[in-house]
């Protein structure tokens, strides 16, 4: 398997993962939305709570050029350290929900 055909793979397992993990209040589903053609994956919530309406990202991870570039976590974790577990090069994930000027400080790669 190639390299990003492999991260495809880590990302929709982790995702799918996280899916099954549901707030402990309000009627909220934790969606999937998978677009492996053109490497886009997120996690979203929808539903509500009381009269609240919620509807928000979790994660959001991109593919690019060989990257993982991850635009949103909401994670307490870190979806990062998920994948560097997993055997993802830091030199392979883009902090992207950080400035172009502070990746360099982070560890992983800049872009």
């Not at 055909?5 to 009627?27: C, F, H, K, V």
């Not at 050029?65 to 830091?90: F, M, S, Y």
Request: charged fraction near 25%; hydrophobic fraction near 35%; aromatic fraction near 12%.
């Amino acid at each position: 398997m190639d390299k990003v055909a492999q991260y495809r793979a880590y990302i929709q397992d982790i995702l799918t993962e996280y899916a099954q993990y549901r707030p402990s209040y309000g009627d909220i589903e934790v969606e999937v939305i998978m677009d492996p053609l053109h490497d886009h994956y997120q996690l979203v919530t929808v539903g509500w709570n009381g009269y609240e309406r919620i509807h928000g990202s979790l994660l959001h991870l991109d593919i690019k050029q060989g990257k993982i570039w991850i635009q949103h976590d909401g994670t307490e974790e870190g979806i990062a350290n998920r994948l560097v577990e997993q055997g993802v090069p830091k030199t392979d994930i883009v902090l992207a929900f950080h400035s172009p000027f502070r990746r360099q400080f982070t560890g992983f790669a800049v872009e």
